[in-house]
């Protein structure tokens, strides 16, 4: 069964970069028919996608974060990695990693791992 | 930016009931849409993609139709467990999300 599992720093100060990263459990990253990637979702707020990318290094990344994003795959490990550099209080969410599927021409989300609280505070 | 628009913002609706739940994209999605469900403290859970087809394991009490720019999802005969939030995201241009539908026991 696959599981996804975030991790990484739960606090990061204001201008530095936060780092996370998803492990993957039960189907392999290098799957060509998959793209993997992040979403937040800021307190009480709603879903915005960050990014993905495909295990060939094909990257898919948010028109509006892209100056500041950075998706890598990790295939030895089986996992994917996140980087938001220069974060302000307005990066403050949770954020989920997750699995693209394709169909008709596109991906969809249809795996999402739990989630983990990235607060930016000095 | 596709801007998804959900409504009505929260439906109370009784178990056993059909609740009807609705999304408008400000342009044509064609059927690249999909519909999520959130309860408080957990990742979505995909329901419908390509606007009309459940995900694995999702209970047939749950359709989705439309295309283009008008998408509806219905629950029929509401359970328990499908009281939460539930969202519509185009994935057709970039990924966008609605703000979200309160689903809540009347």
């Known amino acids: 069964q696959l599981q996804l599992q975030e991790s990484g720093p739960g606090l990061v100060k204001p201008s530095e970069t936060l780092s996370l990263t998803c492990s993957v459990s039960g189907a392999s990253i290098s799957s060509s028919s998959h793209y993997w990637g992040w979403i937040r979702q800021p307190p009480g707020k709603g879903l915005e996608c960050i990014g993905s990318v495909h295990y060939s290094g094909i990257p898919y990344d948010s028109p509006s974060l892209k100056s500041r994003v950075a998706i890598s795959i990790d295939m030895s490990n089986n996992q994917f990695s996140l980087s938001l550099s220069s974060v302000t209080a307005a990066d403050t969410a949770v954020y989920y990693c997750?699995?693209?599927?394709?169909?008709?021409?596109?991906?969809?989300?249809?795996?999402w791992g739990r989630g983990t609280l990235v607060s930016v505070s000095s | 930016e596709i801007v998804m628009t959900q409504s009505p913002a929260t439906l109370s609706v009784s178990p056993g009931e059909r609740a009807t739940l609705s999304c408008r994209a400000s342009q044509s999605v064609y059927s690249n849409l999909a519909w999520y469900q959130q309860n408080p403290g957990q990742a979505p859970r995909l329901l419908i993609y390509d606007a009309s087809t459940r995900a694995t394991g999702i209970p047939a009490r749950f359709s989705g139709s439309g295309s283009g720019t008008e998408f509806t999802l219905t629950i029929a005969s509401l359970q328990s467990e499908d009281f939460a939030v539930y969202y519509c995201q185009q994935y057709y241009d970039w990924y966008t999300f609605g703000q979200g539908t309160r689903l809540e026991i009347k």
């Open positions: 997750a699995r693209l599927s394709y169909s008709s021409g596109r991906y969809y989300f249809d795996l």
